[in-house]
């Protein structure tokens, strides 16, 4: 059974940082490229940014690009986000969601975590 | 950046009702980048339709996805009780990925 579990989130004040972390199971991960998709309370979806199956290939979104770091251990089936300089607005529930591919572009997302919560607050 | 605008935002249905969802891209996506996706309280996204019409693992037949180029359309064709939630339409083509603000579907 494919599982994906996110932990690290919790309550942090602007400008610190966090790291996100994404443990996978059930399905052989360095097949598979990964993402982080947030969610603010009440608010739609928002694509956070993706990695290849081999660290090739990464993006960001705008919002959070030069603030946040993709990285993935492919010996430890392990996804991260290194969260810098936080604002209020990055607070969410964010999702690690499995790509059925070795690209995170061109593909939807077939797998996904329950999420962890990050709040910025002072 | 791909904008997609989902229409109504909200729709009052009641079981064994045939339900229409709307998506619509600034620019034109290819049908193989366009997917739905199924989120019910405090619960993760759920993969419905990739490829614009093909039904992921598990899905019922009931729900159809149809379009092409800026339109598509999310189809539920009778409506069962553990179908209300809110549904997202996404595009994966370029990057940043995109999703489409929500349309919830409410018993009525």
């Known amino acids: 059974e494919v599982q994906l579990v996110e932990s690290g989130g919790g309550l942090v004040q602007p400008g610190r940082s966090l790291r996100l972390s994404c443990a996978a199971s059930?399905?052989?991960?360095?097949?598979?490229?990964l993402v982080w998709v947030r969610q603010a309370a009440g608010k739609g979806l928002e694509w956070v940014s993706g990695?290849?199956?081999?660290?090739?290939?990464?993006g960001y979104a705008d919002s959070v690009q030069g603030r946040f770091t993709i990285s993935r251990d492919n010996a430890q089936n392990s996804l991260f986000l290194q969260m810098y300089s936080l604002r209020p607005e990055d607070s969410a529930l964010y999702f690690c969601?499995?790509?059925?591919?070795?690209?995170?572009?061109?593909?939807?997302?077939?797998?996904w975590g329950q999420g962890t919560l990050v709040t910025v607050s002072s | 950046e791909i904008v997609l605008t989902q229409s109504p935002g909200t729709l009052s249905l009641s079981p064994g009702e045939r339900a229409a969802l709307s998506c619509r891209a600034s620019?034109?996506?290819?049908?193989?980048?366009l997917a739905w996706y199924q989120q019910k309280p405090g619960q993760a996204p759920r993969l419905l339709i990739y490829?614009?019409?093909s039904r992921a693992t598990g899905i019922p037949d009931r729900f159809s996805g149809s379009g092409s180029g800026t339109d598509f359309t999310l189809t539920i064709s009778r409506l069962e009780p553990e179908d209300f939630a809110v549904f997202y339409c996404?595009?994966?083509?370029?990057?940043?990925?995109?999703f489409g603000q929500g349309t919830k579907l409410e018993i009525k």
């Open positions: 990695i290849s199956w081999d660290s090739g290939s990464i």
């Open positions: 969601a499995r790509s059925p591919y070795g690209d995170y572009v061109g593909f939807p997302y077939d797998y």
């Open positions: 996404q595009q994966h083509e370029s990057s940043p990925s995109t």
């Open positions: 620019q034109s996506v290819s049908s193989t980048s």
């Open positions: 059930g399905f052989t991960f360095d097949d598979y490229a």
């Open positions: 490829g614009a019409s």
